[in-house]
């Protein structure tokens, strides 16, 4: 009889939707495909690439996971829900220098809700074509803002009081995550800040990492999207690849 039931295939589907991954959502936030796999071969449960994909598309389809990127899943309905309101002001004057130019913006006002401590300035971020932006920053100095072009660490806004205007003017990243009427999307907006804070001693490492999780947790974010950008910024996020194991809520 103990024979005949180690030949016994179980339910590979069932398994799936009643253990498998009602298991990784309690565990954590988000988890990937290579996850999935090593949890069915501890459970000595067998299945082909092309099998576990069609299923795993149709839990999709019937909300028991969401998308978070390609061969990334999340146990978040919602996705994250982006305030592009600390923009607008400023993407409305550069369009109108500029209406044919390719740019996009974001500010730390935009994560402000989820810092451990409350900014008390803000930072905005304009990317353009490298030879453009000297004229951008032509433009926006005669709005009154404090403008900065590519700067570095020492160049930073030390001594501004809070409500002074601060931009930094960057020139566009190849691969960037793509922007929506020039705001950029969430994902791109973290790794930035990660690249961005050091530089301009905008908040320590530690508060960029606990603004990061507090975000991936308020909505679902597209993680396979952020994860290769950080790549392309050559970003270490070898501690953010880790970060689905490290949050249980």
């Not at 589907?13 to 988890?31: C, D, G, H, N």
């Not at 990127?69 to 919602?78: L, M, N, T």
């Amino acid at each position: 009889m103990n024979k005949q039931n180690k030949h016994i295939k179980p339910d590979i589907r069932q398994s799936l939707q009643t253990i498998v991954l009602p298991a990784l959502k309690e565990m954590f936030p988000y988890f990937n495909l290579q996850t999935i796999c090593a949890r069915l071969k501890e459970a000595e449960i067998e299945v082909s690439s092309v099998t576990l994909k069609t299923y795993l598309s149709q839990f999709m389809a019937e909300d028991l996971i969401f998308d978070a990127g390609r061969g990334w899943y999340s146990r978040i309905a919602e996705p994250f829900a982006l305030d592009t309101a600390p923009v607008k002001k400023l993407i409305t004057k550069i369009k109108k220098t500029f209406p044919l130019l390719d740019f996009s913006c974001w500010s730390t006002e935009q994560i402000n809700p989820y810092t451990q401590h409350v900014l008390n300035r803000f930072v905005s971020f304009v990317y353009a074509d490298l030879e453009t932006l000297s004229a951008i920053a032509e433009v926006l100095q005669g709005h009154g803002y404090r403008v900065l072009v590519d700067p570095g660490k020492k160049d930073t806004f030390h001594g501004l009081s809070s409500g002074e205007h601060q931009i930094v003017l960057r020139k566009i990243i190849q691969k960037q995550p793509q922007a929506t009427k020039h705001a950029v999307p969430i994902e791109k907006i973290l790794v930035d800040l990660w690249y961005e804070a050091p530089k301009l001693d905008l908040m320590d490492q530690a508060e960029v990492q606990i603004v990061v999780e507090n975000i991936v947790e308020a909505g679902r974010i597209n993680m396979a999207e952020m994860l290769s950008y950080a790549g392309e910024r050559r970003q270490d996020f070898s501690w953010f690849k880790t970060i689905y194991q490290l949050r249980k809520t």
